[in-house]
């Protein structure tokens, strides 16, 4: 008996397993949701660090201060203020223009009082130079004006008078308080030594007109002078002036 031939199978080959790349699979972007009822809470930007803003008023508060401690009180106190107002509004605390406040309201309660006693010093000191020069130069134009009068009858009068003196402007016989010149009665005088010895002016009666040697209403001299407030080397108190013509 012959063998029969079986057909045979083929042998299976081995199969090269898939080239498998891996793939990269884009995440895509989702935004979470919240469960109803429940609240999500969102992610906030981190904030930048709060810049202080600039203060508009420390530069006046510092000048403020120095002021003050120079003694300018008031200067300083002025300072003070406007810069603390702008520090104010700009919402800062100024404590330079603070203390320079303080420390210029209390140099301006000593400053300011010898100030003010400064001022009206000076200012009464130059009303009493005003006099002075107002009282010289009327005792110069009066004495100009009695020895034209000498020229003219060769005797002094006994009373002071615009009619004696035509032309002369009234307010030359008046003394810088606006009273009339005081005229001593020179009946018993005799000298230009006893006419000086008369009492002088004083600051309640400026102008004095002294004649002496008078028979009834001519005199042989006079003594003429003026209290002076301010007197110095060159016009000393009381300012005199003297008849060119007395004995």
């Known amino acids: 008996m012959e063998p029969q031939n079986t057909p045979q199978q083929p042998t299976p080959q081995p199969t090269a397993e898939p080239n498998i790349e891996t793939q990269q699979v884009p995440l895509q972007q989702f935004t979470p949701t919240a469960a109803p009822g429940m609240q999500m809470n969102q992610p906030t930007a981190p904030q930048a660090p709060m810049q202080q803003s600039h203060d508009p008023g420390q530069g006046l508060g510092i000048a403020s201060l120095v002021t003050s401690l120079l003694g300018l009180g008031l200067i300083g106190l002025i300072l003070g203020i406007i810069g603390l107002n702008k520090s104010k509004k700009a919402g800062h605390t100024n404590v330079m223009a603070i203390v320079g406040i303080v420390l210029g309201a209390i140099s301006g ?10 001022t009206l010093n000076n200012f009464q000191g130059a009303q009493g130079k005003a006099r002075d020069t107002i009282a010289i130069t009327n005792v110069n134009i009066l004495h100009a004006k009695l020895e034209e009068h000498y020229n003219e009858v060769n ?10 003196f035509p ?18 009665d020179g009946t018993t005088i005799t000298t230009t ?21 008078c028979k009834a209403d001519a005199c042989e001299g006079y003594v003429l002078r003026t209290y002076i407030e301010n007197p110095s080397a060159v016009y000393k108190n009381p300012y005199t002036k003297m008849g060119l013509q007395n004995p």
């Not at 400053?111 to 006693?117: A, D, N």
């Not at 032309?167 to 001593?184: F, H």
């Open 109 to 118: 309660l000593i400053i300011i009082p010898i100030l003010v006693g400064l």
């Open 167 to 184: 032309g002369i402007e009234p307010e030359v016989l008046k003394d810088p308080t606006g009273s009339p010149i005081v005229v001593i």
């Open 193 to 213: 030594s006893g006419a000086v010895a008369k009492a002088k002016p004083t600051k309640s009666s400026y102008f004095q007109y002294i004649p002496f040697g």
């Open 155 to 164: 005797s002094y009068p006994k009373n002071i008078s615009s009619n004696d």
